[in-house]
C-alpha cells in the first residue's frame, strides 16, 4: 500500500511540473515546450481505480481500471494504435518482473490471446469481470474458438485514454496493474505458465487484458 501511495504522489509531483514547465516562458516556442503543453492538457486528472478482486477454487480473478482522463479536443485516430506493439511490450514488461523476483517466465498461448482479446472488447461494454451477457468471466475458454483446458487461470484488466504512444501507454497501465496487490500477485504468481494478452482501442481510451492459465 505505501508503494501504491508513493506512485499516486510521484504522478502527482511530475503532471505539477509539466504544468509548471507548459506554464512558464522557459520552453515557449519549442518543440519540447509544446509536447510538454499538450500532454499536460491531455493528463489534467489522472487516477487510478482498482475494482475489488474475487477468487475461487480453480481460478484467480484481478482487474484494475487506470483512467487518464483528457478535455482536450485532440483524439488519436485508431489506425494509429499498433496493437502488436503494446501486446508485445506488456509480455516484455510482464516476464521482466517476474525474472525479477525469481517465477519462471510466462509463453504466449494463442489461445489465451484470443480468448484475451475477446475480453479486452466486451471490457468496452463491461468493465467486470462478469461479461456483458451476464456469464462468469472464464466462460471465454469454453467457447469452440477461444477453447483452453485449464487447471489455473487469472485475469487482469486495465483501461486508459490514450494519450501517450504504444509502449507509453503500455508502461502507464502496466504500473498501475504491478502497484495494485491483487493484481501483482496474478503477474507473479508462480503457478501460471502461459499467457494471452488483448488489446483492444475504441478511438479514445485504450484496454489491455492479460489471461493468465496453467494448462490441464
Not at 472464464?138 to 490514450?162: K, R, W
Amino acid at each position: 500500500m505505501r508503494k501504491f501511495f508513493s506512485y499516486c504522489i510521484m504522478v502527482i509531483v511530475l503532471i505539477g511540473f509539466g504544468y509548471w514547465l507548459a506554464n512558464s516562458s522557459i520552453l515557449e516556442n519549442t518543440k519540447l515546450g509544446d509536447t510538454i503543453s499538450l500532454i499536460a492538457d491531455k493528463a489534467s486528472s489522472a487516477k487510478i481505480v482498482v475494482i475489488e478482486e474475487s477468487s475461487s477454487d480453480h481460478s484467480q480473478e484481478a482487474s484494475t481500471s487506470v483512467e487518464v482522463s483528457s478535455t482536450s479536443d485532440d483524439a488519436t485516430e485508431t489506425d494509429k494504435l499498433n496493437n502488436e506493439v503494446v501486446e508485445k511490450r506488456v509480455l516484455e514488461l510482464l516476464n521482466d518482473l517476474r525474472k525479477e523476483v525469481g517465477v519462471p517466465q510466462l509463453t504466449s498461448n494463442d489461445q489465451l490471446k484470443k480468448a484475451a482479446n475477446k475480453r479486452a472488447i466486451e471490457t468496452e461494454e463491461s468493465f467486470s469481470h462478469t461479461r456483458p451477457d451476464g456469464k462468469a468471466t472464464f466462460t471465454v475458454l469454453e467457447e469452440p474458438d477461444s477453447e483452453y483446458s485449464y487447471q489455473l487461470a487469472g485475469e487482469n484488466l486495465a483501461m486508459g485514454t490514450y494519450y501517450l504512444d504504444e509502449n507509453g501507454m503500455s508502461e502507464w497501465l502496466f504500473d498501475g496493474l504491478k502497484n495494485s496487490p491483487g493484481h501483482y500477485e496474478n503477474m507473479v504468481n508462480k503457478d501460471f505458465e502461459e499467457v494471452g494478452i488483448g488489446v483492444h482501442y475504441d478511438g479514445e481510451n485504450l484496454y489491455i487484458v492479460q489471461l493468465f492459465g496453467t494448462p490441464l
